[in-house]
Every structure is written in C-alpha cells, then in structure tokens.
C-alpha cells in the first residue's frame, strides 16, 4: 500500500535525523481523555519499538487534576 509506505519513509527520517544530529531524548505530546496536555519522553533507541508497537504508561502514575494544587 502506497500509504504504509509512506509511513515507513516518515519513519526512517525521524530515525536517521535523531542519529545525524545526536538527539538524546524525544518528546511526544498527547493529550489525556479530558483535553490535558501530557507528554512522555523516549530515547532514540526506543523510539523504533515505539513507531512498530507504541508505547504504553500506567496512567494511574500520573498527576490527577484532584492531586494538584491550584493557584
């Protein structure tokens, strides 16, 4: 399919950038069910495990809008 190839091409790129330019960390930026900006930071070498499987967190460790002060 022209579209999966596309994706493969996207891919490499991002791999080939993040080893010419010695990126350390890359991070990505979601947001959570009820619109809250959250991010999540991988290392290159992961990076590839990412695109092929994603990547998976246990939310239960993150900050709920309950836990956090407000200012």
Request: glycine content about 8%; cysteine-free.
């Amino acid at each position: 399919m022209p579209e999966e190839n596309a994706v493969e091409r996207q891919q490499e790129f991002v791999l080939r950038t993040l080893e010419e330019r010695d990126i350390r960390f890359v991070r990505l930026w979601f947001t959570d069910v009820l619109g809250t900006l959250k991010s999540v930071s991988v290392a290159p070498a992961e990076l590839e495990a990412a695109f092929e499987e994603g990547i998976g967190f246990d939310g239960s460790a993150r900050a709920s809008p309950g836990s956090m002060s407000r200012t």
